[in-house]
């Protein structure tokens, strides 16, 4: 059942989530690849993802309380979670951000449908 | 270009050339002990255990820089939010709120979670630099603290890591020639728990909140400040409604210039047995006695003395309020109140068991550098409390501090030989350039108040004791009586007075009436006198009478003869 995807989809069960990063140093940019790749690959879109560098938007830093550098905050689901790290570890990077439960969900269907 | 005579002035420019920029952190005696307060573009650390001030510490140094030195400054909290922050000093009449409007200040609360982050791979802290840059960038800012850094060790595992951006965040903020503090709590066997005075090595300020008996004396010392010369003691401070104030209280010589000038102590009497008729400005007075022998009162002529010549009094009183000094002291005629009133006169009335003697002391301190009274009252001394060693050099330094402003300081003690301690022979008496010293005298059912002046130096002064009253119309004293009965005071002087004055007028009655009798005697002889010269005359007169009359016989007698013989004659 595809459609449960879609009901994933719906704004409640999308995340949101905002990389900061630190200029376009070579770890910046693996770090926007690393998690572009998993938006795309294994959350398979359900997730809207933004990329803010802070030496542009320093406002912002202090709003989402970012320390860090690079940094991803999961804006929702609430409550707010961060990453610190250049995000290499995909694995870790789902269980940080809570989200193994999402992709276990889509595989587990992809499974069934297979 | 210098020439060879102005040689010895180019050698004090050329010390004071490379003397180390400073930063006025506007800390009343920091900056004193620090010689200028801290090291300008550099990072300083401020560490001691929770509930030292070191957050109070650092938002005066960012307060008074907004405010006194147009310096803007960032607060970057790691522990409190900016609300809690702001509410917090609110108490001390920092206004951060407003700063903040004013861009004179900036508030950046950075909140470490560690539940809330978790670690992937390699970081660094740009995030905070990024932050910090862009707070300092929007004000323009010349001061940062940083309280308290080291929470970020509890966000983050990564030692390695926030030990080299420590560092280099440091380094960043010497590069931007920020003055910074850094507080840190402080840790076992270190300075503080993440040894961040390895980091921060230009100046460590340590802040100390030590209790002893009960009583709590907060202190401060600089550890080390590199390229400077600073105090090395443990300097008391204080946290109070007026902020804080460190308070270099240890002065070690006794060179000091001597003020000039008499000061009346308002009442005629006392000033009539000094020989001056008063005592020396600036000396330092021991009035001593028992509970009720009138010292307060004494204190108060002499501030009301002082403040009707315009001069400022301040009274530090440890045993009632100002208002009780101010009602008891109308009963002998003087209002101290309207002298309150014009802001000549400042009561400063604290339980002595409110801090420790460094305390007192530190806040008599700067209570005097506040107010600068040419009087200041202590009453009584007796009652601060302590170890007899920290009493000693306590007494030591206010009376050297009092002297060294050239104030008129007048103690009070409640021990009559004038000693502070029973046990120990703390001689506060041998201090005081003057002592006055008051005691009760019990006879015949009475206590009447009497007072001696022990000592005066430099002046001559009576010897003798004078009976001292208290009446609305102020204070009187009166020579005691002396005489073959002894000295007697209060009513038995009076008793004496009297009897002597009756002696006197029975003496001199005696003595009219003797010669009243004597005059009654005389003019009897006299009268005596006169009757018998009267006898005298009558005799004289009967004598002339008899004799007239025999010669008048022999005048007849005679004739009778001769006509007799001429008859005879005839008939012959």
């Known amino acids: 059942m595809t459609e449960a995807g879609v009901t994933g989809g719906d704004t409640a069960g999308r995340a949101r989530l905002r990389l900061y990063v630190a200029g376009t140093s070579l770890r910046s940019t693996r770090t926007i690849e690393s998690v572009r790749r998993l938006c795309e690959g294994r959350l398979g879109g359900l997730c809207d993802l933004e990329v803010v560098d802070i030496y542009q938007q320093s406002g912002l830093a202090g709003t989402d309380g970012v320390v860090a550098a690079p940094t991803l905050v999961r804006l929702s689901p609430l409550p707010a979670r961060r990453l610190a790290g250049d995000l290499s570890d995909e694995r870790r990077i789902l269980e940080g951000l809570g989200l193994q439960a999402l992709v276990r969900e889509s595989l587990g269907e992809d499974d069934d449908g297979r | 270009?210098?020439?060879?005579?102005?040689?010895?002035?180019?050698?004090?420019?050329?010390?004071?050339?490379?003397?180390?920029?400073?930063?006025?952190?506007?800390?009343?005696?920091?900056?004193?002990?620090?010689?200028?307060?801290?090291?300008?573009?550099?990072?300083?650390?401020?560490?001691?255990?929770?509930?030292?001030?070191?957050?109070?510490?650092?938002?005066?140094?960012?307060?008074?820089?907004?405010?006194?030195?147009?310096?803007?400054?960032?607060?970057?909290?790691?522990?409190?939010?900016?609300?809690?922050?702001?509410?917090?000093?609110?108490?001390?009449?920092?206004?951060?709120?407003?700063?903040?409007?004013?861009?004179?200040?900036?508030?950046?609360?950075?909140?470490?979670?560690?539940?809330?982050?978790?670690?992937?791979?390699?970081?660094?802290?740009?995030?905070?630099?990024?932050?910090?840059?862009?707070?300092?960038?929007?004000?323009?800012?010349?001061?940062?603290?940083?309280?308290?850094?080291?929470?970020?060790?509890?966000?983050?595992?990564?030692?390695?890591?926030?030990?080299?951006?420590?560092?280099?965040?440091?380094?960043?903020?010497?590069?931007?020639?920020?003055?910074?503090?850094?507080?840190?709590?402080?840790?076992?066997?270190?300075?503080?728990?993440?040894?961040?005075?390895?980091?921060?090595?230009?100046?460590?300020?340590?802040?100390?909140?030590?209790?002893?008996?009960?009583?709590?004396?907060?202190?401060?010392?600089?550890?080390?400040?590199?390229?400077?010369?600073?105090?090395?003691?443990?300097?008391?401070?204080?946290?109070?409604?007026?902020?804080?104030?460190?308070?270099?209280?240890?002065?070690?010589?006794?060179?000091?210039?001597?003020?000039?000038?008499?000061?009346?102590?308002?009442?005629?009497?006392?000033?009539?047995?000094?020989?001056?008729?008063?005592?020396?400005?600036?000396?330092?007075?021991?009035?001593?006695?028992?509970?009720?022998?009138?010292?307060?009162?004494?204190?108060?002529?002499?501030?009301?003395?002082?403040?009707?010549?315009?001069?400022?009094?301040?009274?530090?009183?440890?045993?009632?309020?100002?208002?009780?000094?101010?009602?008891?002291?109308?009963?002998?005629?003087?209002?101290?109140?309207?002298?309150?009133?014009?802001?000549?006169?400042?009561?400063?009335?604290?339980?002595?068991?409110?801090?420790?003697?460094?305390?007192?002391?530190?806040?008599?301190?700067?209570?005097?550098?506040?107010?600068?009274?040419?009087?200041?009252?202590?009453?009584?001394?007796?009652?601060?409390?302590?170890?007899?060693?920290?009493?000693?050099?306590?007494?030591?330094?206010?009376?050297d501090m009092l002297k060294s402003r050239g104030i008129t300081a007048v103690f009070t003690s409640l021990r009559e030989d004038g000693e502070i301690d029973h046990d120990s022979a703390i001689g506060v008496s041998s201090l005081m350039d003057a002592w006055i010293k008051l005691l009760n005298v019990e006879a015949n059912g009475e206590r009447s108040r009497t007072l001696y002046v022990i000592k005066a130096r430099g002046m001559r002064h009576s010897n003798q004791v004078r009976e001292f009253m208290m009446s609305k119309d102020g204070i009187a004293l009166i020579d005691a009586y002396i005489g073959p009965a002894g000295v007697l005071t209060g009513t038995a002087r009076v008793v004496r007075e009297a009897e002597e004055a009756a002696a006197a007028l029975r003496r001199e009655q005696e003595n009219l009436r003797r010669q009243r009798e004597a005059l009654r005697r005389r003019q009897s002889l006299e009268r005596q006198i006169d009757e018998l010269r009267a006898n005298l005359e009558a005799v004289e007169e009967e004598e002339a009478l008899l004799l007239s009359e025999d010669e008048m016989r022999e005048a007849a007698l005679a004739s009778g003869r001769r006509d007799l013989a001429v008859r005879r004659g005839s008939t012959r």
């Open chain 2, 1 to 399: 270009m210098a020439s060879e005579p102005e040689s010895p002035s180019e050698t004090v420019t050329r010390k004071t050339v490379p003397a180390l920029p400073k930063v006025a952190t506007g800390i009343a005696g920091f900056d004193a002990i620090t010689f200028g307060g801290l090291p300008r573009g550099r990072p300083s650390l401020v560490c001691g255990a929770a509930g030292c001030g070191k957050t109070l510490f650092a938002t005066t140094f960012l307060v008074n820089g907004a405010t006194r030195f147009d310096e803007p400054g960032v607060f970057m909290s790691f522990e409190e939010r900016a609300e809690d922050l702001v509410a917090n000093v609110a108490s001390l009449g920092y206004d951060l709120d407003g700063l903040v409007a004013q861009g004179k200040l900036a508030i950046d609360h950075v909140r470490v979670e560690r539940s809330e982050i978790e670690e992937t791979g390699e970081y660094d802290l740009e995030g905070l630099f990024i932050r910090l840059g862009f707070a300092v960038d929007s004000i323009g800012a010349k001061r940062v603290v940083l309280d308290t850094i080291e929470t970020l060790f509890a966000g983050f595992s990564d030692e390695t890591v926030l030990r080299a951006e420590l560092r280099r965040l440091f380094g960043w903020i010497k590069d931007r020639g920020l003055t910074a503090i850094i507080t840190g709590e402080r840790g076992d066997g270190q300075l503080t728990r993440q040894g961040m005075e390895e980091y921060v090595s230009d100046c460590v300020v340590l802040l100390d909140n030590r209790v002893e008996d009960q009583i709590t004396t907060r202190r401060l010392r600089v550890v080390k400040y590199r390229g400077s010369a600073h105090g090395t003691n443990e300097y008391p401070f204080l946290i109070d409604a007026e902020g804080i104030s460190v308070l270099p209280v240890t002065s070690a010589d006794l060179d000091y210039s001597i003020a000039e000038g008499v000061v009346s102590t308002g009442i005629a009497g006392l000033d009539a047995m000094l020989e001056p008729g008063g005592f020396h400005r600036g000396t330092s007075i021991l009035i001593s006695g028992e509970a009720g022998t009138g010292k307060t009162m004494i204190t108060s002529s002499m501030i009301d003395a002082a403040c009707a010549r315009g001069e400022r009094c301040m009274a530090f009183v440890f045993e009632e309020s100002g208002h009780q000094i101010a009602r008891n002291a109308r009963s002998i005629g003087l209002d101290l109140s309207r002298h309150v009133e014009a802001g000549l006169l400042r009561f400063e009335a604290a339980r002595p068991s409110l801090y420790g003697l460094e305390m007192h002391l530190a806040r008599m301190h700067r209570d005097i550098d506040r107010f600068a009274p040419s009087l200041v009252v202590i009453d009584p001394l007796s009652a601060l409390r302590g170890p007899p060693v920290e009493l000693q050099s306590t007494m030591l330094r206010m009376i």
